[in-house]
């Protein structure tokens, strides 16, 4: 019922397989074979430094100085003033700066945009053209009797307290100017 084709297929899976776990045992055991690490001084010979290291503890040791070396620049960067060369991050006094040159620059425009109003106009009337006052160019005209006032509660207690502070006003200088005849 089974295929030559699919024994091939299986066999060399197998082969696969098999070659795959005798790498990885083959990298397993270079992994855990001792090597000695010697610092000698070149003139005497005389070892200074030495240590037995596996592959594991090598990748151990760098894992550990690169995990040191990144908190430590990270903290260098944070903590002092390279912050600032950070793409993207702004100082806050910078960024203050440029709020208040955005306003002072919003002001500027509408000085000049009233000046260029002012010298148009001035123009104008040098040309002899009518001029448009701000009455004249209303597109909405109101009628006087079309308007209704309407007096709310707190417009009248602040109409009474009004009237209250100026007959009081009123009176003081009643009594200075009497005061002063006095005399």
Do not use: C
């Not at 990270?74 to 991050?89: D, E, H, K, N």
Request: aromatic share 6%.
């Amino acid at each position: 019922m089974d295929n030559p084709e699919q024994n091939s297929i299986k066999e060399k899976g197998a082969a696969l397989r098999l070659r795959l776990s005798d790498k990885w045992q083959d990298f397993r055991e270079r992994m855990h074979h001792k090597h000695r690490f010697v610092v000698m001084d070149t003139d005497t010979f005389k070892e200074t430094f030495s240590a037995e290291l596996t592959g594991v503890n090598i990748f151990t040791y760098a894992g550990i100085i690169v995990i040191v070396m990144l908190i430590l620049s990270s903290l260098l960067i944070a903590f002092t003033p390279l912050r600032g060369l950070v793409p993207g991050f702004i100082k806050p006094e910078l960024q203050e700066e440029a709020i208040r040159n955005a306003q002072i620059i919003d002001s500027l425009e509408v000085v000049i945009n009233q000046h260029e109003q002012h010298i148009k106009i001035i123009q104008d009337v040098i040309n002899g053209k009518t001029i448009a006052t701000a009455e004249s160019s209303s597109t909405e005209t109101v009628n006087e009797q079309e308007v209704v006032y309407r007096r709310s509660r707190e417009d009248s207690l602040l109409r009474v307290k009004v009237e209250k502070r100026l007959k009081e006003q009123q009176q003081k200088e009643k009594n200075k100017t009497k005061k002063k005849r006095k005399k």
